[in-house]
């Protein structure tokens, strides 16, 4: 007894040591995964906010492009006193442009020697030459196309920010020179709107020419600023001349950065963003700072009750608590270990996805790409999305964050409609077989659930037979139907789909926890236990059940029975809805959405098809803009999940304030709304495709247009 004893002081004296040597070592394994996650986090942050910042810089110089086109159109063929006698009219059109544009500070015509014929500043223009600025003269000897000068300040009597200028070269038929059109752009344009989407700690943002000339920057910088092309930066985008992410230190500050940077089309431009490397180390002391809020009083804890019952307990108490704590450790590394197979399988196909709609955009934005080629890379773009957005249904079915649809269809036909999907989803080494009734059997659940079930079933047909052998699927009126079910045969019966494969069968131990959730036999990170559950699931949900049979070393079939409906209850079948997207007609549209990137995806289709659009990042601003004029919108197009005041608190404020505009509402995913329904608002469900919202937003448009008396 007194050698037991011994024994299990002695075990607790160990216990005591790994209670602190365990944590300490736990904390430093997951410092290092944090830090690395919190890097990968920043990058794509970065990437995000570089995507924004290269767009806005690429409409910028379009623009500005096709501003000096139409000038150009304008003058050509006009010669210089024809110009200074039209000089009233020109400036005031220059005017109308420079004020149109906010990231424009003037708009000027230079004849051969460099004289400003017309500008937009002053009227007429005084007698003054610019041929010495690199605007001009980089013209003089050979047509460049657009040109993009270096920062410059104003040169009196004109005063204002500092500049750099867009220009082309103005020549006769036969090539002759002839003069330059320019724009002068307003570097604090683009650091206004860096601004805007840096507010995160230690936010970086760059423009600047291929030759190292910096034309903005952020945080704004007091002098000029040309980077060495043998430098760092220099030899990173020789290296790679596209687009790229480093860390270094700017020379300007010497603060060591993560950036960004990716060239701007056909222009000779780079857009830089990034984060300051302190920031990024921020993030990750605050997150591991929470963990030791936690872990050190628990680790403190726990080492004092283990101390406690070292000096307290007797071997027999002792040995109970090393019962109860073998138990909660047993039940905790289950769950860690359940939301780790979770957690990878979901990963896994949506960055499955995501690398075929990231190989699509790279591969579409190929020239003399065929349209054939084009077509197919748009189509998987889609339907990547598509699985994607159906992944997301089966998350929130199986959190039960979903409620299933059912319809009325018949089983074979469904079936028969899956076969090239299920051909390519299981591999040419996999004979499929179906086999089918020559009478409909209909029944009435989710079809998307269904085939979601018949997914799983295959695919774990598949992975028992190591993707090679057959599959037979049949499809019959059950004669027979398992116990669970028996008191709930009706008139009917039951419809049987057994999937039977020629795998390696199931031991019988395991037959009773295939259908558990998590479970799996596969390793860590090849599937997420949830494929089998969410059959099982399914068909309790639908009034059915789910058995398998199996033989070790002869297959395994599952049959899932559904109750059987008469054939009197299938639904006509309607073409399917192949209209083109509404046109706008001019239709305002208020559109709510704090997700800048999302936002401008959205305005830009919708503008496309003659919308009129107002874009606001929030509720309130947008409540404000709906109590100043409600009568300029023919609809609110809002997100529902947003900081602050949601898009459902928004629209119940239009509703109680009596404002007489249509919302429609957008969510991917809303508590509110899970749990509440829409609450009689039109509901647009992400993703969401152009066409299908210019539709709903066409037709609340007009439903209130036919209510006011103004029908189309």
Request: proline fraction near 5%; include cysteine; aromatic fraction near 8%.
């Amino acid at each position: 007894m007194q050698g037991a004893q011994r024994n299990s002081l002695r075990l607790l004296q160990w216990m005591m040591a790994a209670s602190l040597a365990l944590p300490i070592a736990l904390f430093g394994i997951a410092s290092t995964i944090s830090y690395t996650s919190t890097k990968d986090i920043a990058d794509r942050e970065i990437e995000r906010t570089l995507d924004v910042a290269h767009e806005h810089a690429l409409k910028v110089f379009e623009t500005i492009d096709r501003s000096l086109a139409e000038i150009n159109e304008v003058v050509r063929g006009l010669p210089d006193e024809v110009i200074r006698a039209r000089e009233p009219a020109l400036y005031q059109r220059l005017k109308r442009l420079s004020d149109s544009l906010p990231q424009l500070k003037s708009a000027w015509i230079f004849d051969a020697n460099g004289r400003s014929l017309v500008n937009s500043l002053a009227s007429p223009p005084p007698e003054q030459s610019f041929a010495d600025r690199d605007y001009f003269y980089a013209h003089v000897d050979q047509n460049i196309g657009s040109f993009i000068g270096a920062s410059l300040t104003p040169r009196q009597p004109y005063q204002g920010a500092r500049f750099f200028g867009v220009s082309r070269r103005r020549d006769t038929d036969d090539g002759s020179f002839i003069g330059v059109i320019q724009a002068s752009v307003l570097p604090e344009y683009f650091e206004s709107f860096y601004a805007r989407i840096g507010s995160d700690p230690g936010s970086f943002f760059a423009m600047g020419r291929t030759d190292g000339v910096l034309l903005a920057h952020f945080p704004r910088l007091d002098g000029d600023l040309r980077l060495d092309p043998n430098g760092p930066v220099g030899r990173e985008i020789a290296a790679h001349p596209a687009h790229g992410l480093m860390t270094m230190a700017w020379p300007s500050d010497g603060i060591e950065r993560r950036i960004g940077y990716r060239r701007v089309a056909e222009y000779p431009i780079y857009i830089s963003a990034g984060l300051e490397t302190s920031a990024i180390r921020a993030r990750w002391f605050a997150t591991m700072g929470q963990h030791l809020v936690f872990g050190i009083p628990a680790t403190a804890l726990l080492f004092l009750l283990l101390a406690f019952a070292f000096r307290r307990t007797q071997h027999l108490q002792l040995e109970a608590a090393k019962r109860r704590e073998a138990e909660e450790a047993l039940k905790h590394s289950q769950r860690l270990e359940a939301l780790g197979q979770l957690t990878g399988g979901v990963a896994h196909d949506f960055n499955n996805l995501l690398t075929v709609i990231r190989a699509s955009v790279d591969l579409l934005n190929r020239p003399q790409l065929t349209e054939e080629r084009r077509q197919r890379y748009i189509t998987a773009i889609a339907d990547a999305v598509a699985r994607a957005a159906r992944l997301t249904s089966q998350l929130l079915a199986f959190a039960r964050r979903q409620t299933l649809k059912p319809e009325v269809f018949d089983v074979g036909e469904r079936i028969q409609s899956l076969h090239d999907m299920l051909a390519t989803l299981l591999g040419p080494a996999i004979e499929i077989t179906i086999r089918l009734p020559p009478e409909p059997c209909l029944v009435n659940a989710d079809a998307s659930q269904f085939e979601t079930a018949l997914i799983n079933m295959a695919t774990n047909a598949r992975d028992a037979m190591q993707g090679k052998g057959r599959i037979a699927f049949k499809v019959a009126a059950a004669s027979e139907v398992p116990e669970t079910v028996t008191h709930l045969t009706g008139s009917h019966g039951f419809v049987r789909v057994a999937v039977g494969d020629t795998g390696i069968g199931i031991p019988a131990a395991r037959l009773g926890r295939i259908f558990e959730p998590f479970f799996t036999t596969k390793q860590v990170g090849h599937g997420t236990g949830l494929g089998l559950s969410q059959v099982f699931g399914f068909a309790r949900q639908s009034g059915g059940e789910v058995t398998v049979t199996s033989e070790v070393g002869q297959g395994s079939t599952f049959s899932l029975y559904l109750p059987r409906v008469p054939a009197d209850l299938l639904p006509q079948q309607q073409a399917p809805n192949t209209a083109p997207a509404a046109a706008g007609s001019g239709m305002s549209v208020l559109v709510v959405e704090d997700n800048i990137e999302l936002a401008n995806f959205a305005a830009d289709g919708l503008t496309e098809l003659g919308y009129s659009i107002t874009l606001v990042d929030n509720a309130n601003d947008a409540l404000a803009e709906l109590v100043v004029d409600a009568d300029r919108f023919d609809v609110v197009f809002s997100d529902v999940v947003m900081p602050g005041m949601t898009g459902l608190d928004l629209a119940h404020a239009i509703r109680d304030r009596g404002i007489g505009v249509p919302i429609v509402l957008t969510t991917g995913f809303s508590e509110a709304l899970s749990q509440e329904g829409s609450l009689g608002f039109d509901l647009v469900q992400k993703p969401y495709s152009i066409k299908e919202l210019s539709r709903v937003l066409h037709t609340a448009a007009r439903l209130r247009r036919v209510r006011d008396g103004a029908a189309e």
